[in-house]
Each structure stands twice: as structure tokens, then as C-alpha cells.
């Protein structure tokens, strides 16, 4: 894949080899049992609650345009994206969010806190053949994205360890070994976020926060983020999209037309649409989610995860998506912007949702006698 270079080297990470170290009984002396999220000794108990809604989903749709993956009280669901009932691909007491189609289909990427610690992990969309990519235990890896050729993921990256949370930088994981950074921590300390590649590969899209210290109050109002564009060939870093109310969450469609973005406006989260060939900027929808953007410390992203197909775009009431016929899709689950790559208008168009929800919730500890 042009811009990124071959990565297939036997590197592996010295907090993958910690986290390998730590966990064995034999090589720590620890003869406690490991820690099983989906075990852990406590008193439990099962509710089951169907729903037609929900909030600060993300939502991917599938490259042949026939089904949505979405995520929602930390499990995953598919439907049909012409909407029905949800059918449950990854449950159970871990949380699983952020799911994305691989570009050909074939695998479905998400982030779970199944091995004790949010990490990358990819299986068929069905949920079968469930497979780690990632190993931390300490750090923090939070936004996730496929690169072009489905053969690498790119992720935001923070360090465990304060001040370090503060900061952040995208690396490259091959999934056959291998990591490297493609965008470093920014100049003024701060962090890069919501990673969206080219499908050719030569450009990474993603979000970077411009203020220069920490601060309390943040207004969202103000020129709190940008979406910048990085040349994985030459290195050139460019602004994408800015201003009053920031720029982030950016995804790109699948014939490099089109960017999608979010941004403040008064008091409503929009979704923007820019032109790459003209630079023009439109407004397509004003009914998201709130975003984060006004967070103090936005450890997550400033918007729920969003996926292309062939030319759409996407957005939604929670997450927002791109079809083949550069459309987006939601309703419960996400909006599609629908627009072919000979027009330029954009619609919106929803898939309802039916999700039976199932959820392992823990008992409370009560403390008992004289304290």
C-alpha cells in the first residue's frame, strides 16, 4: 500500500513483553488466578430489555451495502441496513465498541477490554474467530481504524502515566507484527485523534486538538480542534477543516471526493461535508449527538466512530457512515448521507433498529456492622 511502507519486521513492542511477563504465574511467581473480565467472583445477575434507540453509538456498514454493525451498552449488533432486528455479535461482561468493516468485507475491527485492558481486536463479521491485535496493559489505545489494503490498523495511542495522558500519537499496528508511528504527538503537547485512512493509502485524516495547555473550561464554541491531513509519501501536513466550533471526527469517502466532519454550532453538533476538489463546506445535519468536545479531558473520542463505502458519507443521531452510493445511514443506529459521485446533492435516509439487549450487571457491595 503506497504512503505506508513495509512494516512486516519482527518488532514487537516492550509493553508487549511486559504484558507477556506479567501475566504468566510461572515467569511472576504470581500463583493467583489471572484476571478474567468475564470472571470475576462477584455476585451477578442477567437483564434482557429490547430497545428502539440509542445514544453515542458508532456504526459501520458493510462495503456491499447489505448490513450495519453498530455498537451499544458495550456490545456490538448487525442488522440489515434497510433496518429489522438486531442480532448480537460480540456480548458477554466485556465492553466491545467502535466496530468497523474491513475494506473488503471480510473481517470486522473493534476494540474490547476482554484480555483485562482495551485492546484491537478483529473476527469475521459474524463473531466468530475472534482474534487480539494489540497487547497493552498499561497504555491506553482508543480510536481504531483499517488502513486501505486491510492488511494494518492505525490507532490512537496514549501513555498510561500522567502528565503522558495528555498527549497522544497514531501508530500503525500490521497484523502480522509490527507497529510503527505515522503521527507523531503535535508541537504543543497535546493530542491527535479519530485516525480515517485513504483507500489508496497515501493520506491519513485526523483530528488534533490546537489548544496549548490544559485547560478547565473549554468552549465548544471556539477553535477548539482541527482536522488535519497528513502525506504518508512527502510528510506535508495540511488543515483540512477548522474554525469557530473546531473540526474533528473526519471521514473520508471511498473515491477520495468527499470529507466528512463534525462541528459546533451554537449549541448543536452539525455535520459537515467539504468538497476536496473546491474547498466549499456544507452544512447536512443538525440532529447528532452532543459531542465531547467541551470535555475537560477527552480520554475517548470528540464523536462516535463513523465508516465509508464506495462515495457516501456518514453521520447520525449517534454515529454516522458513508454507503456505495455515497450515502449515510442512522436512525437508532446512524443517518446515511445519500448522494451519487455524479451529484452533489446529500440526503438523509434511516434504519431502524429492534436490539434485545442482554447485560451482565454486578451486585453492589454493601458493608455490613460497626464500621
Known sequence: ?????????????????????????????????????????????????????GTWMSVDISPDGKSLVFDLLGSIYQIPSTGGDAKLIHGGPAMQRTPSFSPDGRKLLYISDASGAENAWMSNPDGSDAQQITHETANLLMSIAWAGDGESVVGEYIEGRYPARFTSDLRLFDLLGGVRTIVPTPPNRRDVAEPALSRDGRYIYYTERLAPTFQIYVDANHINYAVKRSDLQTGAVEEMASSWGGGFDPQISRDGR???????????????????????QRAIYDGLDRDLQASTIRILAGFPTIGTLRSGARAGCTGWTWTAAGRRRSRSVSPYISGSPTR????????????RCERYVASRHRRTGTP
Not at 510461572?26 to 442477567?46: F, H, I, K
Not at 470529507?259 to 466549499?280: C, S
Not at 452533489?344 to 436490539?355: A, K, R, V
Request: hydrophobic letters at 40%.
Open 1 to 53: 500500500m503506497q504512503g505506508l511502507g513495509p512494516v512486516r519486521h519482527a518488532l514487537v513492542s516492550s509493553f508487549a513483553c511486559a504484558a507477556a511477563c506479567t501475566a504468566s504465574p510461572c515467569l511472576s511467581g504470581n500463583t493467583e488466578r489471572a484476571w478474567d473480565v468475564t470472571n470475576t467472583g462477584q455476585p451477578y445477575r442477567d437483564i434482557t430489555f429490547t430497545t428502539t434507540e
Open 258 to 280: 468527499r470529507l466528512a466532519f463534525v462541528r459546533r454550532v451554537e449549541n448543536k453538533t452539525v455535520l459537515f461535508v467539504l468538497e476536496l476538489a473546491t474547498n466549499e
Open 344 to 355: 452533489s446533492e446529500l440526503s438523509m435516509t434511516w434504519s431502524p433498529i429492534n436490539s
